[in-house]
């Protein structure tokens, strides 16, 4: 069986050695860095992008003046808590099996290695670097991450207006003891300490800040004003409702999905999704104040902003409704930059990871990638939105789910209990994944050409799971 011995690249350079040989003198006018995370955001929820029936006016002004990135993608979770591996692959810019070994250092998936996290390296490259919000990674890379910060949360999640969160530690300890629950709604909380660490910056050094929110996970507990906003009774259902969905994926005992009982009534979808809307709405409001104070600060010319999901979720759609599957509602995050060097009103259908982001920002700050970095730049893509950097992506949910997707197709392998399940969606006709091709006579050659094609690009990620055969023979 493969391990991540045998597929990932060897390191030829301590960390401690690549910080040195990384550092820079920073030049006058080296861009800020904003970066903004939402938790379990959906591609369907930025009202500019794709969807009539929510409100987003700040993130619709951001990506006016920037560039989205409408297929942009998680790799999954080889957890059911799909945002631990997300954060760790977003920080390291390594793939879902690297990071699950190194940065998570779940062991059963490989012998951990050295890795590198894109704040550390801005730190030691003279920028001040600030993480606020949700750090789902622990608090000994969150101080290895950060120069300064908080409020930080340490667990998934919680009351949003009873966030229990710890203030900035320098020494890196964070006791219980310490917890400090803020009586404010968690998205105010976050929004407020970084527009105070922008009014209080070092105004000789570029910033690098972090802002993590926790919304619109639940408990989804939008403001009152805002629930008002999105009365139940009319919301739309999505094409892909279902009660149930079709199989046992796996995972249908998982905690997201016991959020409801089956089958999943009209009703119920619509009040799950009335929240979901309006917590993002509430979300976006304090967005904007932070895009405001970047404004009246003078630094908007000079920032490099970036927007992202962690991941998506379903809400209803395929009859579940967390994120624990491969279709794209769980799968496909908002993705959009905007600054110095990034195109305004501009849109890329070209697929990318989230871990992608890494590269990205540094080959765009003029800064060397660590060899530990699996993701690929897509600065190429800012200057040809046409542009292809990858022409396939592979997915995969613990040892239940593997998944490609190339511009055309999706297709899914499923092992629940035992019990195999294909899906292939055509997804140029059918983007809401409602008609499976797989079982069809007709699509036998293309369903082969994909399962040996997502089997080769596993292995080459290396996937323990050794191009599947584990999972799937």
């Known amino acids: 069986m493969a391990t991540f011995s045998d597929t990932m690249a060897p390191m030829s350079i301590s960390r401690r050695t690549f910080l040195q040989a990384a550092a820079v003198q920073i030049p006058n006018g080296r861009p800020n860095v904003l970066l903004l995370f939402a938790d379990d955001l ?14 987003t006016p700040h993130l619709d002004k951001l990506v006016a003046r920037g560039t989205a990135f409408t297929h942009a993608c998680i790799m999954g979770g080889l957890q059911p808590a799909v945002c631990v591996p997300s954060r760790a692959m977003l920080m390291s810019g390594q793939n879902m099996f690297h990071a699950t070994a190194n940065v998570i250092k779940q062991k059963e998936w490989g012998e951990p290695r050295e890795f590198h996290l894109w704040p550390e390296i801005l730190g030691a490259n003279g920028y001040q670097t600030v ?21 930080v949360m340490f667990g998934g999640m919680a009351d949003h207006y009873q966030t229990p969160v710890f203030d900035f ?35 000789s050094k570029p910033f690098a800040l972090y802002c993590a929110f926790t919304a619109p996970h639940d408990p989804r ?61 509430h979300l976006d409001a304090q967005i904007g104040r932070i895009l405001d104070t970047l404004d009246k600060e003078g630094l908007t010319k000079n920032t490099i902003v970036i927007f992202a999901g962690d991941n998506g979720l379903a809400v209803g759609q395929h009859g579940l409704l967390g994120k624990q599957n491969m279709y794209d509602h769980s799968i ?37 990638v660590p060899p530990t970095v699996d993701g690929k730049s897509f600065v190429p893509v800012l200057k040809d939105p046409k542009r292809r950097t990858r022409e396939a992506l592979v997915y995969g949910y613990r040892h239940y789910m593997r998944a490609l997707r190339t511009t055309r197709w999706k297709f899914i392998r499923y092992n629940a209990k035992g019990v195999q399940n294909r899906q292939l969606f055509d997804i140029a006709a059918d983007p809401w994944e409602m008609k499976n091709l797989a079982e069809l006579p007709e699509m036998k050659e293309t369903v082969t050409q994909l399962d040996l094609m997502m089997r080769t690009l596993l292995n080459q990620a290396g996937d323990p799971l050794e191009n599947g055969a584990v999972l799937l023979d």
Do not use: C
């Open 221 to 281: 507990q939008p403001p009152p004003d805002y629930k008002a906003m999105y009365p139940e009774e009319r919301i739309e259902l999505p094409p892909n409702y279902l009660p149930e969905h079709p199989f046992d994926n796996g995972e249908l005992k998982v905690r997201d999905e016991a959020l409801l009982p089956w089958p999943r009534t009209p009703a119920a979808i619509r009040k799950e999704r009335s929240d979901y809307y309006a917590i993002i709405t």
């Open 332 to 368: 496909r995050v908002p993705l959009i930059f905007a600054g110095p060097g990034v195109p305004a009103g501009q849109r890329s259908d070209t697929m990318v990871y989230l871990f992608d982001i890494f590269p990205t920002l540094f080959e765009m700050l003029g800064l060397p």
């Open 42 to 55: 959906s591609y369907r929820t930025i009202r500019s992008l794709n969807n009539p029936e929510i409100r």
């Open 169 to 203: 530690n320098p020494a890196g300890t964070y006791p219980k003891t310490e917890l400090k629950p803020r009586p404010a709604h968690s998205s105010e909380v976050f929004a407020d300490a970084a527009i105070a660490n922008i009014k209080e910056r070092d105004k």
């Open 131 to 151: 993480g606020i919000g949700k750090w789902h990674n622990g608090p000994a890379l969150y101080h290895r991450a950060f120069q300064k910060g908080g409020p």
